[in-house]
């Protein structure tokens, strides 16, 4: 049986999708958690987001 959820308190349609969601997230935290890539430091990747924040804001006053 389908168990219906409210909008209002899930942005899932059903336990079932909700549950899904669930496996799969914790499946992709756990494969992060295990990996053995190198890591990328938060100042870099912070400064790669901001580099692409101030181009697009820049695109968007040539337009």
Do not use: C
């Not at 496996?23 to 494969?31: G, H, I, L, P, Q």
């Not at 938060?42 to 820049?58: C, F, P, Q, S, Y």
């Amino acid at each position: 049986m389908t168990t219906k959820l409210s909008p209002i308190v899930s942005e899932f349609e059903t336990q079932e999708q909700a549950d899904s969601y669930d496996r799969w997230f914790r499946d992709k935290v756990e494969a992060a958690m295990n990996s053995t890539e190198p890591t990328i430091p938060h100042d870099e990747v912070m400064a790669g987001a901001w580099r692409i924040i101030e181009e697009a804001k820049a695109r968007r006053k040539q337009a």
